[in-house]
Structure formats: C-alpha cells, structure tokens
C-alpha cells in the first residue's frame, strides 16, 4: 500500500502532460478526472475478489499499473506520436485502476481478517496509501532528481513489481485470536508509521529551506527505505517468531481454521432480486442490490461526493493553484508532499480514534465524518481567499481532510451492510469520489480558471494559439471556484447529518457482537478437534 498512491502525484508531473501535449486546464482537469475515476471506480476488481484470492485481483492491477502510466511516460517525452485527449484519459485510466485492484487485494482481505479492528486497519493501510506520495517523491528523487517526467516511468513500475513480489503472501486467514493482542501490534505499526511520517516532514521542510543535490535525496531515500519503511516487517515477524515458539509449547492461542471449513454464517440462499427493498437490519449482511437501493448508501452517496469530490479538486488543481499564485517548482512539490503526509495522518487518525470512540463511548462513526467535512470548509476558504503562505495551511487541512474520511466511509459501509459483499460495496462507496471530482473538477474549477485565463489574455491584447496551453496568474483563477465547493462541501456536511440521525441508535447497541460469537464458535471447533493442543 505504501507505493501505491500514484494518483496523488498527479499535481507534481501535470505541468509536464499540460505543457507536452498543449493542453488547457479544462482538458487537463478531464486527464484528472479519469485518473480519479480510475482510482475509485473498482467494481470490478470487487467483482472478481469475490470468486477469486487476493493474489488474482493484485496480479491483474500490476499489469494495468505498469501499462497505464507507461504509455503516458511514452507520449510526454515523445517517443510516440501525440496521443488523442480520449487515449490519455484511457491511459490514466487504466493506471489509476490499478490502485483500485491493490485496494481490493490487501485492504478488503485484511479487514475480513481483523473484523473487530476494522477501523484500525482501514486507517493504517489507506494511511500508508496517503504516505505513499511523500515515499515515493524521496525515491524518485533519489533516482531522478528534479526531472518530472521520469516520475511517470518511475510510478509505472515500482508498484507492479511490489505487487508481484508479495502476490501470495496477502490472502484471507480465519484466526481465532485475542482481540487485545491484535489490537497492540496494531500499535506498534502505528507508531513506526508515525515516525516515518515525521522523519519525511522534516526533511520536507529541509529540501524547501536548501536546494538538494542528488547525494542528500539518495540519503533521505535511503533511510526511508532501509530504516523505517521495513519497521513494521519486523515487528510482524517478531510476532511470528512468538506464535511459533508457544505453538512448539503448546500454548499459542491463535489457531487458523482451514478456510474450506464454512464454521460460521451458514445462511439459506434466497434471491437477490426478490428481496431488494427488504434489506436486514443494519449490521447484517446485506445483498448487493439491497445494499444499493437503500437509503443509507444514497445518503453517504451524497455526502462524499459533495466532501471528497471537492478536497480531491483541491489535491488535483495543487500544481497549478500554486503555479498561479507565484510559488516555484520545488515548493509545489512541498506541497503535494504536505498534502501527502496530512493525508496520511488523516487516514490512521480517523480510523484510530474512532475505533476508540465507538468503543468506549459508542461515538457514531458518521458523526465524525461529519466533523471532517465541516474543517475541510475552512481549507476551502483558504484557497478561495489566499493571503501569503495560507497555500500552506491550506494543504495541511485539505490533505488531512481528504485522508481521514476514507476509512470513515469504508468503515461505515462494513458496520451497516456487513461483509459478505464488502469487497464489491466497498468500490461503490468509492465511485461517489469521481462523481463529486467530475462535477467540481472539471465542470467548474477548471472551466473558471480557463475562462478567467482568456480574460488576462485579452487584456494584453493577446490571442490564445492553437496547442498552446492555457496558463492563469492571480488569486482570481480559483477564487469562485472555491466559494463553490465550501458551499458544496457544508452541503454534504449537512446531508451526513441526516446518516447520524439514522444510525444513532444502531451505533449505541453492540455492533461487533456477532464476530466475537463467531470467533468463539472457531476456538470451540479447534478444541473439538484438537483437544490436547489448547493452551
């Protein structure tokens, strides 16, 4: 997950798709809109996680990855003939998939893995999802310095090969095991995570106080690396090696049952169309259709997309909100590194502490959202009413915005409609991303920053050529954009108000009771058939 956020550097190698191919930013926040739709839309790849392992679906995203930003990579250097605009929105398309297909693969898998953590475990993968940007940026650098264009050949193959180096290690376990034990190492990965995260903000802040040269980025690139990025392998494999010495003893207490064995959740099938508007209770396994059909799903619809859709324009629009606003090439990669690292520390955030407030005082998970889109208003200001240096701070809330109401999204949509079909209503909840970023994006940022920049042209006296890109200076190229989408953004605030309403009391009652019935059904079956091995 930590290499595969290749969508959130779109703002850093945009100028170059822009200036290489000569197009406005209409056409460009187009280019971005597939490549969010191709991140988020992931049915698919949810389909084919239901009647395939994780490693089929991994396997199918390295090769979209490695194809998708590769035939980009061929026609912003030009070793091809200048795409059509319809053949660079399929090729980002596809990439940006691929991120879809890693999602499913390991997230999906992991959370039917720790069920009663769920929000800790959507938290810390989509946070190392979000840090992804910052990683990567150090690594490229370290390989490429300052050339942009290269960090499009560069995210073309390190996620695939990634991907195709873990392929059989991410698959679904069924464990009866402490739930406290899980939780602690849950923690000690947070906090190396964390000290990643601040080891990369600091050296952000040092590579925008003094210019780099390529030996001090292969330095910071290599202690990401070697000594924080492989810290939370080592604290797993010290939890290995400790399950495996109590196994030898005889008293470890976590003992996989074969996943052939269907223990648990034996339900009489009936047919998914008859029932569609006669959904379960909120908690039960819900079939697709009902699941999509019901109001709770329409409500969180509407929610992220008016809230993600309007902090995902802000994350995609970054190069060129700074680029207009006077700031220079190395602070606009500051910033989509700021972004970045707040985007991880909004993902492990949300998902940690509302797994412990839902825990100890039964805190409703869609309260919080709304919190987070009501701060990522004020982000939204920022940029609409810019004042030296509020890019910054900007980018700090957007970035923690946008991060933190992933695994509150996901996390809800796993608590009300159960996971029996969580990896294919997981990708629907995602879809309401590109919905709000076409709107907002393309419909409106990018139109109003193209139609104010043929206004400066005109007052110069000048006359835009044909393929040549469209380029706006001033606060005026985002202000109304902006006021939009913080209007847009309160909406889904308010809307998200009306899921809390609903849920209130769902969210008051014992949510996880059935895993730890079912987690104690697997230990009785595992003392029946191995009575002299239990601890």
Not at 387 to 413: D, E, K, M, R, T
Request: positive net charge; glycine residues 8%; hydrophobic residues 45%.
């Amino acid at each position: 997950m930590s290499v595969n956020g290749a969508t959130y550097l779109f703002g850093v190698y945009s100028n170059d798709i822009k200036s290489s191919l000569g197009y406005d930013q209409t056409t460009l926040n187009l280019v971005s809109f597939f490549k969010d739709l191709g991140g988020n839309l992931g049915i698919i790849s949810g389909l084919i996680n239901e009647i395939t392992p994780p490693w089929v679906v991994l396997a199918i995203g390295a090769a979209m990855n490695f194809f998708g930003y590769f035939m980009i990579w061929l026609a912003v250097t030009g070793r091809t003939a200048s795409p059509h605009v319809w053949q660079m929105c399929l090729y980002i398309w596809i990439g940006a998939d691929s991120q879809a297909f890693a999602n499913t693969g390991s997230l999906i898998t992991c959370v039917k893995n720790f069920p009663e953590s769920r929000g800790i475990v959507l938290g810390l993968l989509k946070g190392f999802v979000g840090l992804s940007g910052a990683i990567m940026t150090q690594l490229y650098h370290a390989l490429h310095g300052n050339n942009t264009k290269s960090l499009v050949l560069f995210i073309a193959w390190l996620p695939a090969a990634v991907s195709v180096v873990f392929l059989r290690t991410v698959r679904i376990v069924k464990v009866s095991r402490r739930h406290e034990k899980d939780v602690r190492i849950f923690y000690d990965v947070l906090y190396s995570s964390l000290a990643l995260a601040a080891f990369l903000m600091v050296v952000i802040i040092v590579e925008n106080r003094f210019e780099f040269k390529r030996i001090e980025y292969v330095g910071s690139a290599s202690v990401v690396v070697v000594m924080l990025l492989f810290v939370p392998l080592g604290i797993i494999i010290r939890q290995e090696f400790y399950e495996w010495k109590n196994s030898k003893n005889g008293c470890s207490d976590a003992k996989i049952v074969p996943e052939n064995e269907n223990t648990f959740n034996q339900q009489t099938p009936v047919s998914c169309i008859k029932n569609v508007f006669s959904p379960p209770p909120r908690g039960e396994d819900y079939t697709i259709l009902q699941a999509l059909f019901s109001i709770d799903m329409l409500i969180l619809f509407i929610a992220t997309s008016c809230g993600i859709g309007g902090t995902l324009t802000a994350i995609d629009n970054l190069g060129q909100i700074a680029k207009s606003l006077g700031y220079n090439t190395n602070t606009i990669t500051t910033f989509v590194s700021l972004v970045s690292i707040w985007n991880y520390l909004g993902r492990v955030a949300s998902g940690f502490a509302s797994e412990i407030l839902l825990t100890k005082y039964k805190f409703p998970r869609p309260l919080m959202l709304t919190f987070v889109l009501l701060f990522s208003c004020i982000g939204h200001l920022l940029i609409a009413f810019p004042v030296p240096n509020s890019l910054y701070v900007a980018s700090v809330i957007i970035g923690f915005c946008f991060g933190a109401q992933w695994p509150l999204l996901f996390a809800v949509i796993s608590e009300v409609f159960g996971l029996k079909y969580y990896s294919t209503l997981f990708q629907f909840g995602a879809v309401a991303s590109p919905v709000g970023a076409y709107v907002l994006n393309v419909k409106v940022a990018g139109h109003l920053y193209d139609k104010e920049a043929i206004k400066q042209l005109g007052v110069k006296g000048l006359v835009r050529k044909p393929g040549e890109d469209l380029t706006c200076l001033g606060g005026e190229c985002y202000k109304v954009s902006f006021v939009i989408i913080t209007v847009v953004t309160f909406f889904g605030c308010l809307v998200s108000l009306v899921l809390v309403v609903r849920t209130w009391e769902f969210y008051k009652g014992d949510i996880y009771r059935k895993f730890r019935e079912e987690a104690k059904c697997a230990s009785k079956a595992i003392n029946d058939v191995h009575p002299d091995e239990t601890g």
